[in-house]
């Protein structure tokens, strides 16, 4: 379901600090706007319960999925809340394995070629690179020349309406967008006008 869902929109929301009370409307307008994956990340309030909320309230072709999955039994603790997808800020290939065993989709964290193809050998579905900051649109460019075409690059990290183009010219094919997108305080009125900045830069790459 993972790449199905990328292909509607390859942008992937990161609702860091999210709280349950408050993630049924952010989910919402994330959706309506055109997002077909949101992550709530395991370092934020009740995160589990956000996950159980954003499952119940948006419709099947909406992937719900947990960052910062740091260890197996946060796996099995994902999928117990009915999550679908593990982010990794690093490439445990531990996790990968859980992930995979569990039924989850799974996309850890890397950010050289020698841990790309670590983490493709134990199973990962996509590849997080991660800091984009760091390593920016030339890294994307030289290891699109080495990793499979079929593989799923996206930079997370910084990322802007501003910044998709070149990341997508380098080879980028999806994103994981934080703070430019939903930081801990932001209205849903807000969060609805970032996504569809977003969205509309996508459309454009």
Known sequence: MLKESLKQCGLIAI???IRPDEVEAV???LYEAGFRII???LNSPEPFESIRVLRSVLPANCMVGAGTVLSPEQVLQVKDAEGQLIVMPHSDPEVIRAATAAGLASAPGVATVTEAFAALAAGADILKMFPA???GPAVVKAWRAVIPAGVVLAPV???TP???KEFTAAG???FGLGSALYKPGMTAAQV???ADAFVSAWKQT
Do not use: F, H, K
Request: hydrophobic share 40%; no cysteine.
């Open 15 to 17: 609702l860091r600090g």
């Open 27 to 29: 989910g919402t307008v």
């Open 39 to 41: 992550e709530v990340p």
């Open 133 to 135: 900051e760091q390593l």
């Open 157 to 159: 990290g910084g990322i």
């Open 162 to 164: 501003a910044s998709l």
């Open 172 to 174: 980028a094919s999806a």
């Open 192 to 194: 609805r006008q970032n």
